[in-house]
């Protein structure tokens, strides 16, 4: 079993900044990819960072330059770090890992989602 459990969060007023954590742990043969998506009330789950294996981030259009995802030597910590938080980046925020497990499976595996509030 393979579990991602998400820190961090919460309210923050426009301008200000965040830092998510998530640890993924559990029967783990590798992880291919950790990253970050946000679903809004009433929209799609949408990408915001997703880091591959050699270090590549590939950012949202509406994030980049604001937001900035990292994973620890050992890769199974991801961060992100949100700077200049607008409103419309309210939303719940989900970590997401590319994993194959110690069964030699290979699923998308998510946390339990982080509730971002960016409000005056």
């Known amino acids: 079993q393979v579990q991602l459990v998400e820190s961090g969060g919460g309210r923050v007023q426009p301008g200000g900044s965040l830092r998510l954590s998530c640890v993924a742990s559990g029967n783990i043969f590798k992880i291919h990819a950790m990253g970050w998506y946000r679903q809004a009330p009433g929209k799609q789950r949408e990408l915001v960072a997703d880091?591959?294996?050699?270090?590549?981030?590939n950012y949202a259009d509406s994030v980049k330059g604001r937001f900035t995802s990292s994973r620890d030597n050992a890769g199974n910590t991801v961060a992100l770090q949100m700077n200049s938080l607008k409103p419309e980046d309210t939303a719940v925020y989900y970590c997401?890992?590319?994993?194959?497990?110690?069964?030699?499976?290979?699923?998308?595996?998510w946390g339990q989602g982080t509730q971002v509030t960016v409000s005056s």
């Open positions: 880091v591959a294996g050699g270090g590549h981030t």
């Open positions: 997401m890992g590319r994993i194959t497990s110690s069964m030699a499976v290979t699923n998308e595996y």
